[in-house]
């Protein structure tokens, strides 16, 4: 089982910036994909973006398109998420995931979860 960990979530004003991070223990060797996904009150999680390791083309979300930027630190075992331009449409608890296999938006897939960062964009 891979332990992950995020940080970096905080409250802002729209059109700032956060960069989330997220820490995977050494156990995740054997992670293909690493995966971002949010979940605000009352609604359903969703995938934000995934990272195929070995794979130069991530996924965005048509949400997050042109804002949002994923990326993998495989020496510091760490997945990021920059995001610029928030919206008050991006406030939710972001949580990453880690599966071995493709990346996909089932959440069902993903084995392994964070706790969650919480994010709030608000004027």
């Known amino acids: 089982q891979v332990q992950l960990m995020e940080s970096g979530g905080g409250s802002v004003e729209p059109g700032e910036s956060l960069r989330l991070s997220c820490v995977a223990s050494?156990?995740?060797?054997?992670?293909?994909?690493m995966s971002w996904f949010r979940q605000a009150s009352g609604k359903d999680r969703e995938r934000v973006a995934s990272?195929?390791?070995?794979?130069?083309?991530?996924f965005y979300a048509d949400s997050v398109k042109g804002r949002f930027t994923i990326s993998l630190n495989n020496a510091k075992n760490t997945l990021y998420l920059q995001m610029n331009s928030l919206k008050p449409e991006d406030s939710a608890m972001y949580y990453c995931?880690?599966?071995?296999?493709?990346?996909?938006?089932?959440?069902?897939?993903?084995?392994?979860w964070g706790q969650g960062t919480q994010v709030t964009v608000s004027s």
């Open positions: 995931a880690a599966r071995v296999g493709y990346c996909s938006a089932s959440l069902s897939l993903y084995k392994d």
């Open positions: 050494s156990t995740a060797k054997n992670t293909h994909c």
């Open positions: 990272f195929a390791v070995g794979s130069d083309t991530p």
